[in-house]
């Protein structure tokens, strides 16, 4: 089993930063893909920021410019680096892994963290 466990969020005023983490615990060979989604009140999860195990980053284009996602493969954690909050950036923050089990393990197992929550109000 795996676990996936999120912090850094919290409120911030319009214009502010917040660093989110993500660790991954428990059994596993290594984590492949790992990401950050978003879901906003009333509207479906929508994906923020992706890294793969090799450094390649996709990004949705409404946070292009202002967000960085990274990782540090030793230790098992996504970051997302978040500047020039808008109010519209209000969401639970969610992360999802890829975890290989073992060698041979192609496609791997997709975990979610429980999410965390950022406020971008005054």
């Known amino acids: 089993q795996v676990q996936l466990v999120e912090s850094g969020g919290g409120l911030v005023q319009p214009g502010g930063s917040l660093r989110l983490s993500c660790a991954a615990s428990?059994?596993?060979?290594?984590?492949?893909?790992m990401g950050w989604y978003r879901q906003a009140p009333g509207k479906q999860r929508e994906l923020v920021a992706t890294?793969?195990?090799?450094?390649?980053?996709k990004y949705a284009d409404s946070v292009k410019g202002r967000f960085t996602i990274s990782r540090d493969n030793a230790k098992n954690t996504v970051y997302l680096q978040m500047n020039s909050l808008k109010p519209e950036d209000t969401a639970v923050y969610y992360c999802?892994?890829?975890?290989?089990?073992?060698?041979?393990?192609?496609?791997?197992?997709?975990?979610w963290g429980r999410g965390t929550q950022v406020t971008v109000s005054l």
């Open positions: 890294i793969s195990s090799i450094g390649s980053t």
């Open positions: 999802k892994g890829v975890a290989i089990a073992a060698v041979g393990d192609y496609y791997g197992t997709i975990y």
């Open positions: 428990g059994s596993f060979f290594s984590i492949n893909n």
